[in-house]
């Protein structure tokens, strides 16, 4: 999944022609978190979206082939990680609503 966001990131900041240094560090910083999204969830989520939002405030007007560059794949890979994350907690919320009034007539 990394290698695919990163080629999606980084391919159009070096094709059809290389853009400046801080345009290609930009776009893999938003999309290398992703190898490490599951084990530093809130890190990861920190680099790929100062990342992104830098790339767009600094580079506001590309010309329209590199137009692919802002499409941020990182930070749609993250939420979709913190998404599958965040579902154990609610599961859990319910379970002990729905198991609290058979524990208390169980006492």
């Known amino acids: ?3 695919v966001v990163g080629v ?10 290389v853009q400046p ?11 290398a978190p992703t190898l490490w999204r599951r084990a530093a969830l809130l890190t990861s989520g920190l680099v790929i979206g100062t990342a992104t939002t830098l790339l ?8 329209h ?3 692919l560059l802002f499409l941020p ?11 599958a994350a965040a579902i154990p907690a609610p599961l859990r ?9 058979a524990r208390a007539a169980a006492r």
């Open 1 to 3: 999944m990394a290698g």
């Open 8 to 17: 999606a990131m980084v391919g159009p900041a070096l094709v059809p022609y």
């Open 21 to 31: 240094w801080w345009v290609v560090l930009l776009a893999l910083l938003a999309s």
């Open 56 to 63: 767009t405030i600094g580079y506001p007007s590309p010309p």
């Open 65 to 67: 082939p590199i137009m």
């Open 73 to 83: 794949f990182g930070a749609l890979v993250w939420t979709y990680t913190f998404a």
């Open 93 to 101: 919320v319910t379970v002990i609503v729905v198991q609290a009034p």
